[in-house]
């Protein structure tokens, strides 16, 4: 499952890379300047592909990608928490979602500091979420079973199987893991 050519960033994907190359991949996209913040803009491309090895993630995963990430960190940080649901409307949190993706550091842009205008996301995956993953294989039934009781349907094992060979690696070449968002999900 785990892809070792480049991706259509169109869709939405897990992969690895340091971040000299994803820099080098995306030139352009830095941090916001005063004058940008003020309201100008510059133009940074947009890539058609980024040539990385990856784990495409399915439209669901891509629509849904905060609380799905929130299920596993929790998961592989022995916390005993679920993802926040609101009985209320029968449906995840978002709200409180979103308030424990951002304290947990899952939302991240590395390159832009949240300075992406592009319709997509560039996520840094965070150095325990990544080390906890590439230690995952002994432990792959039972990570899949508690994180999916954290969240329904939350991962499968194919993908957590191709996650976790990412991440090893990833950590195997001291490389970072990175989430893109695609336009197309």
């Known amino acids: 499952m785990t892809e070792t050519e480049g991706f259509d960033t169109r869709f939405s994907a897990v992969f690895v890379a340091t971040p000299a ?4 991949a995306l030139p352009g996209w830095r941090e ?8 100008w803009q510059a133009e940074a491309p947009l890539p058609v592909s980024l040539p990385f090895a990856h784990v495409r993630l399915a439209r669901k995963d891509a629509d849904a990608w905060e609380e799905r990430w929130l299920a596993l960190d929790l998961t592989l940080a022995d916390d005993a928490r679920r993802v926040p649901w609101s009985t209320e409307h029968d449906e995840v949190d978002h709200e409180k979602v979103f308030e424990l993706v951002h304290d947990r550091g899952l939302v991240r842009e590395p390159l832009t500091r949240g ?23 002994p432990r792959l039934d039972e990570i899949l079973r508690v994180t999916n009781e954290k969240l329904e349907g939350a991962i499968t094992r194919e993908h957590l199987a191709a996650l976790v060979e990412l991440a090893e690696r990833a950590v195997a070449n001291g490389a970072e893991l990175y989430v893109w968002l695609g336009v197309r999900g």
């Open 21 to 24: 190359a994803i820099a080098a």
């Open 32 to 39: 916001r300047t005063p004058l940008e913040r003020l309201g």
């Open 115 to 137: 300075g992406d205008d592009h319709g997509t996301k560039l996520h840094s995956v965070p150095s325990r979420l990544r080390i906890a993953l590439a230690a995952a294989k």
